[in-house]
């Protein structure tokens, strides 16, 4: 059931006041909580192969990021790349623990499917390779990788939770939310938040996780501003009174239209004893990024890779 609009204006606490305008979108984005403030990682890991797919306007679409972003020319596929992926049988994951066995066919585009506009990635048809019916159908999938045997993390939307669950969980990412330091200024200091998405999901061995996109405005009239933020908090399964304590977020503000915000895809690890992923696509409003946040031992994530943006005119 859908409860964020009922219970989240509730949430939000502070009164409303007047703010300056911004001139520009402020991406303000830590690599972790509690960290030493070192630069995280940004190489990608081998074991998810050479490239990440992601599902494009219907099933049998994938667009085709490479792996090494470093490289000249990280928007196309080589011959040589190709013939590897073409040839490879891909794992596909969804925001649940859906798996299906994939196999990339020929290229369809090298330009968004949805938007002629928008250059990046190449995008590719794909069929099922299930036993019995290679070339078929498949069903609704968030991601995917060639060559590898990732493994999904399943992920309970809000939207699926008991009423109490919902509301618990909501007042706790917007606590976390509300604690943040007020970076790029105040002007957003004091103003509600609404939960515009939250997901829960197994961290690790007693350990309950979740990941939430929180969202405030301000309402001028002739350019509306956002502050988008991201989280992940962590807690003891065993004590479900226990409060959630942050773990990871990721916080942009500006013009309402242009503000970088995040899709939460899917949550998966790259071998059965890896730690936890998260596959994030990044809207910039002119463009689209992705990138994995990834979780280690200690319990902190960090942004572990990201690829090129891909533009829109």
């Not at 200024?185 to 690790?204: C, D, I, M, N, Q």
Request: proline content about 6%; aromatic content about 6%.
């Amino acid at each position: 059931m859908i409860v964020c609009a009922a219970l989240l204006a509730a949430i939000g606490c502070e009164n409303r006041r007047s703010t300056p305008a911004i001139d520009s979108s402020v991406p303000l984005r830590p690599a972790t909580v509690g960290s030493s403030g070192a630069p995280a990682a940004t190489t990608w890991d081998a074991r998810l192969g050479p490239v990440l797919l992601v599902s494009g306007s219907s099933p049998d679409l994938a667009t085709v990021i490479i792996g090494d972003s470093s490289r000249a020319g990280a928007d196309t596929v080589t011959e040589r790349e190709a013939i590897a992926i073409r040839s490879s049988p891909a794992v596909l994951i969804g925001r649940g623990d859906s798996v299906q066995v994939a196999i990339l066919q020929e290229v369809h585009s090298a330009k968004g499917e949805e938007d002629a506009e928008c250059t990046g990635w190449p995008a590719w048809r794909i069929t099922s390779a299930r036993r019995g019916q290679p070339g078929g159908a498949l069903a609704g999938w968030a991601v995917g990788f060639v060559g590898a045997t990732v493994l999904p993390i399943r992920m309970d939307s809000i939207e699926s939770l008991s009423r109490v669950d919902s509301a618990r969980l909501a007042a706790d990412a917007t606590r976390l939310a509300s604690a943040l330091p007020a970076s790029g200024g105040e002007r957003f200091t004091g103003l509600p938040f609404t939960v515009t998405s939250l997901w829960r999901f197994r961290a690790g061995p007693g350990v309950e996780g979740v990941v939430a996109n929180l969202v405030r405005h301000i309402n001028q009239e002739a350019r509306p501003l956002e502050e988008r933020t991201l989280i992940i908090a962590e807690r003891d399964s065993s004590r479900r009174d226990e409060r959630f304590n942050l773990a990871y977020y990721d916080r942009s503000q500006g013009a309402e239209e242009t503000v970088e915000s995040r899709e939460v895809l899917a949550l998966a690890r790259a071998t059965p004893d890896a730690q936890p992923m998260l596959v994030l696509g990044r809207d910039y409003g002119d463009g689209m990024a992705y990138a994995l946040v990834q979780r280690d031992p200690s319990g902190r994530w960090r942004e572990k890779w990201r690829s090129p943006r891909g533009h829109c005119k």
